[in-house]
């Protein structure tokens, strides 16, 4: 029943901290979210808003052994788009490359049980529009989705400020009366009040956005980069740069980026760009910690690494659950912060 629950605050306002404000909301509790930053000062902003269990299976070994969390995480989206207004998009995403490297790519999808559609290029180049002439077949899964991170992020806020979420810009710096969850992406300075939040890593990643002068269309990905169409824009991503955890932005990155773009949608070649960075947070094994710390009253939303948009709506039922009792769903051990702690 609403407003009979506890008093929680999220220290966060990411897609994770979001999330979880609108789930522990709607399950009754009187939420507060507190983030100096504005819009656009955390990964989630930067995001290119892939929801991608398979192309993330296929590429990305750490997240190989996770396709069925990923997967079930995925699906809880249609739902989740509804509760908050955020627009899907299915069509899907493409790989284009050498025959080598589809090969490759094709013994992997195969190998992970999914099932990609091989296909010639005019219908590669149906999918995504001012795709180069130069690419030759692809591979499509529909299984990855997307939404435009920016977009969505307002959305999940205005969610939540409808289901009684206050906001303000006030970090939170300490342990304060009532639960609180946290959810601060990789920033450290909650490290005195949750020990577990040392086994986070910084990985940070650098984009580029273009003005698309189309609308729409499928991800498509290439050795090394990918194209994210968004609602106004096209993301060219991503770097992995482990170990840095500032956000401030490189301009050295954008080169490669740009010539990436180039090459796989020559319409793109010397328009303008702006690039932007963040930086993931990520655990020893690839998934976020999500549920009860060992410190008393706290919780943990954070460590989605490269998928916090994609695990978002899982995290935020299993933080919900640990916090109201109700069902955390059948993947929460395998979230549970404890699992990384010594001895476990
Ligand atoms: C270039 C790039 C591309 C990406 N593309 C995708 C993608 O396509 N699909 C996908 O699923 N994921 C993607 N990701 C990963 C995704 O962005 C992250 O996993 C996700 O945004 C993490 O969300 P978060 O809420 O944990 O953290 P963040 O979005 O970083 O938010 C953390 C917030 O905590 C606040 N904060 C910090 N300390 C405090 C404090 N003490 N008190 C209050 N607030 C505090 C910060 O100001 C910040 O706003 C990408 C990441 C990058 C960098």
């Given at each position: 029943m609403r407003d009979q629950g506890p008093d929680v605050t999220i220290a966060g306002a990411g897609v994770l901290g979001l999330s979880c404000a609108l789930a522990l909301a709607e399950a009754g509790c009187r939420v507060s979210v507190r983030d100096p930053g504005g819009p656009g000062a955390n990964a989630s902003g930067v995001a290119a808003g892939m929801l991608a269990p398979?192309?993330?299976?296929?590429?990305?070994?750490?997240?190989?052994?996770?396709?069925g969390l990923l997967l079930h995480a995925r699906d809880l989206w249609p739902a989740w788009a509804q509760r908050t207004g955020i627009e899907l998009d299915r069509s899907?995403?493409?790989?284009?490359?050498?025959?080598?490297?589809?090969?490759?790519?094709?013994?992997?999808?195969?190998?992970?049980?999914?099932?990609?559609?091989?296909?010639?290029?005019?219908?590669?180049?149906?999918?995504?529009?001012?795709?180069?002439?130069?690419?030759?077949?692809?591979?499509?899964?529909?299984?990855?989705?997307?939404?435009?991170?920016?977009?969505?992020?307002?959305?999940?806020?205005?969610?939540?400020?409808?289901?009684?979420?206050?906001?303000?810009?006030?970090?939170?710096?300490?342990?304060?009366?009532?639960?609180?969850?946290?959810a601060t992406g990789a920033s450290p300075s909650l490290g005195d009040v949750a020990p577990e939040l040392s086994c986070l890593s910084p990985i940070k990643g650098h984009i580029v956005r273009f003005a698309a002068p189309w609308a729409g269309g499928a991800v498509v990905r290439a050795r090394g980069a990918y194209a994210a169409p968004g609602h106004d824009s096209l993301s060219i991503g991503a770097t992995m740069e482990p170990g840095l955890a500032d956000s401030a932005v490189d301009p050295g990155k954008a080169a490669p980026l740009r010539a990436a773009a180039g090459g796989?949608?020559?319409?793109?070649?010397?328009?303008?760009?702006?690039?932007?960075?963040?930086?993931?947070?990520?655990?020893?094994?690839?998934?976020?910690?999500?549920?009860?710390?060992?410190?008393?009253?706290?919780?943990?939303?954070?460590?989605?690494?490269?998928?916090?948009?994609?695990?978002?709506?899982?995290?935020?039922?299993?933080?919900?659950?640990?916090?109201?009792?109700?069902?955390?769903?059948?993947?929460?051990?395998?979230?549970?912060?404890?699992?990384?702690?010594?001895?476990?």
């Open positions: 398979a192309f993330e299976a296929i590429l990305d070994e750490q997240a190989r052994p996770h396709l899907g995403a493409l790989a284009v490359g050498d025959d080598q490297w589809l090969g490759e790519l094709f013994n992997r999808f195969v190998a992970l049980d999914l099932r990609p559609a091989e296909l010639p290029a005019a219908a590669a180049r149906g999918l995504a529009p001012g795709l180069s002439e130069s690419v030759g077949g692809a591979l499509l899964t529909r299984e990855d989705w997307r939404l435009d991170a920016r977009v969505a992020l307002t959305a999940l806020r205005a969610a939540g400020e409808a289901a009684g979420v206050t906001y303000s810009a006030e970090p939170v710096k300490a342990r304060e009366a009532g639960l609180l969850v946290i796989l949608f020559p319409a793109l070649t010397g328009a303008p760009s702006e690039i932007f960075a963040g930086v993931r947070a990520a655990t020893p094994d690839g998934l976020p910690l999500a549920g009860a710390s060992t410190a008393p009253g706290v919780f943990l939303a954070v460590g989605a690494r490269r998928n916090g948009w994609l695990l978002a709506p899982l995290v935020a039922q299993v933080v919900a659950a640990a916090i109201t009792g109700g069902d955390p769903g059948r993947f929460a051990s395998r979230l549970d912060p404890a699992r990384l702690s010594e001895g476990a």
